[in-house]
């Protein structure tokens, strides 16, 4: 199987279905970005610190700490993607905060190999689980 790309799978966590590629790289985003730090057994540093921003009034230096949280813990963990844009989307008075992310998926990442690069754009992401 010479030059096949050798994408990460894994199961859906709500349907119980396989995952692979953007779809796996999006489960798993968003579960680093809905774990709280010290929490997992075994890899205490894993997740983020999105969950110390919550309860503040948004403004622009809170929104760029939550940026740069993302950034920051998707560097940390995943190694198939590196975000290049973030967008603000949505903002309720309920707490309910939307922000559609994009970058460069790497499918074979996690061996080390970038040279195979995808664009995804702006991708949008629900995390409304954050209450940020």
Excluded: C
């Amino acid at each position: 199987m010479a030059g096949s790309v050798r994408f990460r799978t894994g199961i859906d966590e709500r349907t119980g279905k396989v995952l692979s590629g953007p779809d796996h790289l999006a489960q798993s985003l968003l579960k680093i970005w809905t774990t709280r730090l010290d929490t997992r057994v075994m890899r205490l540093a894993f997740g983020s610190d999105l969950r110390s921003l919550l309860s503040e009034d948004l403004t622009p230096a809170i929104a760029m700490q939550v940026y740069n949280e993302m950034v920051a813990s998707a560097a940390r963990w995943e190694p198939e993607f590196m975000i290049t844009q973030l967008q603000l989307v949505t903002l309720k008075e309920t707490g309910k905060l939307g922000i559609r992310y994009g970058g460069i998926y790497f499918p074979e990442g996690r061996l080390g190999n970038y040279d195979l690069a995808v664009d995804l754009g702006l991708r949008a992401t629900t995390p409304t689980a954050l209450g940020v």
